[in-house]
């Protein structure tokens, strides 16, 4: 399974970004995906999950209000929108997929998922 992020970039506090996920095959249906970030310095931290059939979607306390996830099946892509962004948001950002239904602490978790993009880097300027 390979996946590919693309969509960062920089913009100023306050602006809006989405990202996008793309997802090699046939089975992107069958996984639930996740977004996470890394900033310099910083360890991976969990942004947004959902579930394989869009049901459950888990947030960050950090992005709440502010960023939406959703995926089109049809299309093999996950999304992040991301609204009212800060400077804080500035990091790598992933995306993943759990092969396996992932409950709902599981779906925060780096280690529960099976697959990585190579990221896309964010940078917000204040």
């Known amino acids: 399974v390979q996946l590919q992020a693309s969509g960062g970039g920089l913009v100023q506090a306050g602006g809006s970004l989405r990202l996008s996920c793309a997802v090699a095959?046939?089975?992107?249906?069958?996984?639930?995906m996740g977004w996470f970030r890394q900033a310099p310095g910083k360890e991976r931290e969990f942004v947004a999950a959902?579930?394989?059939?869009?049901?459950?979607?888990p947030y960050a306390d950090s992005v709440k209000g502010r960023f939406t996830i959703s995926r089109d099946n049809a299309k093999n892509t996950l999304y992040l929108q991301m609204n009212s962004l800060k400077p804080e948001d500035t990091a790598v950002y992933y995306c993943?997929?759990?092969?396996?239904?992932?409950?709902?602490?599981?779906?925060?978790?780096?280690?529960?998922?099976?697959?990585w993009g190579q990221g896309t880097e964010v940078t917000v300027s204040s």
């Open positions: 095959g046939r089975t992107f249906g069958t996984y639930d």
């Open positions: 993943a997929a759990a092969a396996r239904g992932l409950i709902l602490t599981s779906l925060r978790l780096a280690s529960q998922y099976d697959y």
């Open positions: 959902i579930r394989r059939s869009s049901g459950t979607t």
